[in-house]
């Protein structure tokens, strides 16, 4: 059976419970505090389990024999209560968790926030920041200890965004714009992918966001407004079609509003649905999608 679950669990690893940010701290701390608090009922359940399996089995003469037991109240209030308040502990954390650890809610911190735009696509990820006029695929770069304002859609089908040293995962889909905001506390190179299973190149949709000093950021800029390349509707177009194993490249330059343009033109059968110079209509957002659901 162990060499089995070794068989079985070799590919998985452990980045959950390894975080490098706050976030993912948080997160962390709120799984171990719950799968503790679960282990409280389940543990003694296994353990009395097989107790109760060897004290009362046929052989054993010595043990009480009670065929006319049917009810103990101290056994009910115990299997009872126990569970009660387990569950409003749990409900309570969840509860202020929930707010603490809301996507959409920006991180304190006295340093201005780094905006990065990501856009899933087939299967590739492309990511525009918007203050530089730069764009990447398949790789992002971020100061360590500056919180990153993630805006996220997809140009294809439903993704989602997911860089599990660092936190939350949140759905990217078409037509609409998703939010994260997230902070690395150290340097390093983090593993990004999505998580939602979106046809067959999923296995290979990742990305590496690359968690730097504040010179090592500036030299990243440098490099991506080195390319020749620009990021517009056609180049757009390329990067729709479908792709598996696609290398890192940099757009020197971006189109104005590239993201909102993404938006407002999903893809349909790989293409866009129009082909327009994009536009500064307003972007709709999560909260937009749901009042329009309301």
């Known amino acids: 059976m162990c060499a089995s679950a070794a068989v079985l669990l070799g590919g998985c690893n452990m980045d959950v419970l390894s975080p490098k940010g706050a976030v993912g701290m948080h997160e962390r701390t709120l799984i171990l505090v719950a799968l503790g608090l679960m282990c409280v009922v389940v543990v003694p359940t296994i353990v009395l389990t097989l107790v109760f399996a060897w004290r009362y089995r046929a052989s054993n003469t010595k043990a009480t024999y009670a065929p006319k037991w049917s009810h103990s109240t101290a056994i009910e209030v115990v299997m009872w209560a126990i569970p009660c308040v387990i569950i409003v502990i749990l409900g309570a954390i969840t509860w202020t968790s929930t707010h603490e650890l809301d996507p ?15 856009v899933a696509l087939d299967w590739k990820w492309l990511f525009i920041y918007p203050d530089y006029g730069v764009a990447s695929v398949n790789q992002i770069a971020f100061p360590e200890g500056t919180p990153v304002d993630f805006k996220i859609t997809s140009g294809t089908v439903m993704n989602a965004f997911f860089i599990p040293q660092l936190g939350s995962q949140v759905y990217a889909m078409s037509g609409m714009q998703t939010q994260v905001h997230l902070i690395a506390n150290e340097k390093g190179s983090y593993d990004g992918f999505s998580s939602n299973f979106s046809g067959p190149g999923f296995a290979d949709m990742h990305f590496t966001a690359l968690a730097t000093s504040q ?20 180049a757009y177009q390329s990067l729709l079609m479908p792709s598996r194993k696609v290398p890192v490249s940099f757009y020197g330059t971006v189109s104005p509003n590239m993201f909102g343009y993404i938006i407002k033109h999903p893809a349909t059968n790989g293409a866009p649905a129009a082909s327009a110079a994009p536009s500064v209509a307003a972007v709709p957002s999560h909260s937009t999608h749901a009042q329009a659901a309301e």
């Not at 030299?219 to 517009?232: Q, R, V």
């Open 215 to 234: 010179k090592g950021f500036e030299a990243w800029i440098a490099k991506a407004k080195a390319s020749a390349g620009t990021l517009d509707v056609n």
């Open 104 to 118: 959409y809610r920006p991180l304190e911190s006295s340093v201005k926030p780094v905006t990065i735009e990501a």
